[in-house]
């Protein structure tokens, strides 16, 4: 009788406890408003295999709402397969947008994305934008792409370059690609099941509105974000003050890119260096270094290219300049790095 009285006991209080995680669970889900909805989807990335780089279908439209946002966000692709903002304006001078999802402007809508903001809402120049922006492009589809834009339609090219689009440079993941021995393959093999995994643990890790929360307020706080930010080697390398090979491996192949551009496109070429979460984080903990940044200057000076690294202490001083788990510019971020923009290219001839 005493053990079925204390097994009533344990059913009720685990109903209970799941009682408590289901309303907390919905609350995060339905009040805080914790999750990810999809409204509308009709684009699909296409990649060119001959070419080496991707786009957007022409003429479509998702428009989503990611769990760390309030809003939606319409991503509308046009009829050239780029998320542009039309402006009617004098059309003195055309500007091609080149790089990752930063450039393409993921997670704000487009006019807030800090190339848009920079020339429509700052310098307010007659200028016409084209977005070439691609999310999760690395250096070499980049440049592929710059290769396969028509220089003579455009006055400037400007690459919004990321730390991450030396990923799979750092890696191997791009040089073992090229090569076609079974042991390289194996190798690049196993690389990818690691990224896999990662990304499952992390997916895992959000797969709840409660867990999505508790990852949010874990992020928000400096030291743990960068604490968490360092384990991921060899990607974080590019913080330390004596880089890794395999980022000065890197390197060496954005000189030899650089070097292989042809004068047309070279003499048009600016770069832009966008600030990755963590960088702004260790301005903010006094622990930032410059290698990096030094390093890609350099390469950008020997190539007779013009290349700006903006100031990160606007960005280190606001609250969120990006989202703590997505990793992607805020509204405010975007709007801040936009001013760093307007300052250099208020120079350019």
């Not at 393409?104 to 020339?119: K, L, Q, S, T």
């Not at 400007?158 to 042991?183: A, I, Q, R």
């Not at 499952?200 to 604490?227: E, G, P, V, W």
Request: net charge positive.
């Amino acid at each position: 009788m005493f053990k079925v009285k204390n097994l009533i006991i344990l059913i009720n209080i685990f109903f209970i406890l799941f009682f408590i995680l289901l309303v907390i669970e919905l609350f995060f889900n339905f009040i805080l408003d914790y999750r990810n909805i999809v409204k509308k989807s009709t684009c699909e990335r296409i990649y060119n295999n001959k070419k080496d780089f991707s786009f957007y279908s022409p003429d479509c439209e998702i428009i989503v709402k990611h769990w760390e946002q309030k809003n939606f966000v319409s991503y509308r692709i046009n009829s050239h397969g780029r998320r542009d903002l039309s402006i009617k304006n004098l059309n003195l001078k055309k500007i091609a947008f080149v790089g990752d999802s930063f450039t393409f402007g993921a997670m704000v809508p487009i006019e807030d994305n800090y190339n848009y903001y920079a020339f429509n809402n700052i310098l307010k120049n007659s200028f016409d934008i084209h977005n070439y922006g691609t999310p999760s492009e690395q250096l070499h589809n980049v440049f592929n792409k710059i290769k396969n834009i028509n220089h003579k339609n455009y006055d400037y090219f400007v690459y919004g370059l990321t730390p991450n689009d030396f990923f799979n440079l750092v890696d191997g993941s791009y040089k073992n690609s090229l090569k076609n021995s079974d042991n390289d393959k194996k190798t690049l093999e196993v690389k990818k099941n690691k990224m896999e995994l990662f990304k499952k643990i992390k997916n895992y890790l959000i797969s709840t509105a409660t867990s999505r929360f508790i990852s949010h307020k874990l992020m928000s706080n400096d030291k743990i974000y960068l604490q968490t930010y360092l384990l991921r080697a060899p990607y974080s390398g590019y913080l330390s003050q004596n880089l890794p090979s395999g980022w000065n491996n890197a390197i060496d192949y954005f000189d030899k890119f650089l070097i292989d551009l042809k004068p047309n496109y070279k003499s048009k070429l600016k770069i832009f260096i966008i600030p990755q979460r963590a960088e702004v984080v260790s301005t903010r903990l006094n622990t930032y270094n410059f290698t990096f940044v030094n390093k890609i200057i350099n390469v950008c000076k020997k190539n007779k290219i013009d290349c700006f690294a903006p100031n990160l202490n606007p960005l280190s001083n606001i609250k969120e300049s990006h989202f703590p788990v997505d990793g992607h510019l805020t509204i405010l971020g975007n709007h801040v790095l936009a001013k760093e923009l307007s300052k250099w290219a208020s120079n350019w001839n």
